[in-house]
């Protein structure tokens, strides 16, 4: 499930909340190539596109955090390539558990105005993929606040 709320009335700050009520199991799950990712856009009244964020969920490839730090380090093993692959794409969000409810706040930086805020989740079977391959991506749930921003 995906909701989207603005917690401070004329304040651009957001909060998107993520639970987990439908699978029975955490997600993604399986293979380490599985994320979900969720984008967010923020439109103009015009249906401009002004700000965006994404994040990615998935399992870490070892028994760390996926990590751009352990690239070097990742030449010298005997998996090189797929652990290269995850720590490529840098930190990110761990899967989320079966029952619970993640909170993601996001405040970005809006002039005094009228906004829609349009957010979707979406699994990727392969996450290791060039984000612009779609042929093994899945929209699974999405959602659409609008909101006003006013004066500090």
Request: proline share 5%.
């Amino acid at each position: 499930s995906l909701v989207i709320s603005q917690p401070d009335k004329g304040q651009p700050k957001l909060v998107l909340h993520l639970i987990n009520i439908g699978a029975g199991h955490s997600v993604p799950t399986g293979s380490n190539r599985r994320a979900i990712y969720l984008n967010v856009e923020i439109l103009d009244k015009k249906g401009k596109k002004l700000a965006t964020k994404e994040w990615m969920f998935a399992s870490w490839y070892g028994n760390r955090t996926d990590d751009k730090k352990f690239l070097e380090e990742d030449k010298k093993r005997p998996d090189a390539i797929s652990a290269m692959q995850a720590d490529a794409q840098g930190p990110h969000e761990a899967i989320i558990c079966a029952g619970e409810e993640r909170i993601l706040p996001w405040v970005p930086e809006l002039n005094p105005g009228k906004y829609t805020i349009k957010a979707r989740l979406i699994y990727d079977l392969n996450r290791y993929n060039d984000r612009s391959f779609i042929e093994d991506q899945t929209e699974i749930n999405s959602a659409t606040l609008s909101i006003m921003v006013k004066k500090g």
